[in-house]
């Protein structure tokens, strides 16, 4: 059975750091692309960053450029988000997701989702 968890969201100030994790189960992340998005109460779910499967292509939307890093361990068969200077507008329920290639990092080039984990962003 595939499954996708992710962890580490948290309620943080302004200029703080997360790092979210995405545990997969039932196939080997490193066989896959992988993404991460979010959502923010009444917007549509927003490519992140996605990571191709041997790592030669990855992707940040604009807005995390030079804050967010994404990266891989494949021992623990697990995916990370790095995210540093945290901003308000960061605020969203975060999903990373999986599947065998992306193209543009958009939700629907990806079957398989986890549940999510909430990241608040506030003083």
């Known amino acids: 059975q595939v499954q996708l968890v992710e962890s580490g969201g948290d309620l943080v100030q302004p200029g703080g750091s997360l790092r979210l994790s995405c545990a997969a189960s039932g196939f080997p992340l490193e066989h896959r692309a992988i993404g991460w998005f979010r959502q923010a109460p009444g917007k549509e779910r927003e490519g992140v960053s996605c990571i191709s499967m041997f790592d030669d292509s990855i992707y940040y939307t604009d807005s995390v450029k030079g804050r967010f890093t994404i990266s891989r361990d494949n021992a623990k068969n697990t995916v990370y988000l790095q995210m540093n200077n945290l901003k308000p507008e960061d605020t969203a329920v975060y999903y990373c997701?999986?599947?065998?290639?992306?193209?543009?990092?958009?939700?629907?080039?990806?079957?398989?989702w986890g549940q999510g984990t909430q990241v608040t962003v506030s003083s």
């Open positions: 997701a999986a599947d065998w290639a992306y193209h543009y990092c958009l939700s629907s080039e990806f079957a398989s």
